[in-house]
Nanobody
Framework: VQLVESGGGSVQAGGSLRLSCMAS????????MAWFRQGPGKEREGVATVGCVGSTRYADSVKGRFTISKDNAKNTLYLQMNGLDVEDTAQYYCASRDRACAGSLNRSDFGDWGQGTQVTVSS
């Protein structure tokens, strides 16, 4: 499985960004996917997840601001981020759970990771 993120960048507080993750190598349809992030001096944390049938779950810190979605035909995962805050500054990673359908925000549930894309929010 290969995961390639894009869409990161620098933005002012209150702005928006849309991250994409192009996936390849799945044995079937897109499995459970998620976005994680790791800020400076912080542990990697789950941000949003989407299961096989489209159910979603979010970290409390991003609820109402971030939206996770996927395009099964394109094997692409997205993260729309609105109302960005300086606390959202982090490296963002796409992750997949091969042959698993349930979404998760638990890092240890995911075996495949992208290289990450940097999001920097300034005040």
């Amino acid at each position: 499985v290969q995961l390639v993120e894009s869409g990161g960048g620098s933005v002012q507080a209150g702005g928006s960004l849309r991250l994409s993750c192009m996936a390849s190598g799945f044995t079937g349809s897109m499995p459970s996917m998620a976005w994680f992030r790791q800020g400076p001096g912080k542990e990697r944390e789950g941000v949003a997840t989407v299961g096989c049938v489209g159910s979603t779950r979010y970290a409390d810190s991003v609820k109402g601001r971030f939206t996770i979605s996927k395009d099964n035909a394109k094997n692409t995962l997205y993260l729309q981020m609105n109302g960005l805050d300086v606390e959202d500054t982090a490296q963002y990673y796409c992750a997949s759970r091969d042959r698993a359908c349930a979404g998760s925000l638990n890092r240890s549930d995911f075996g495949d990771w992208g290289q990450g894309t940097q999001v920097t929010v300034s005040s």
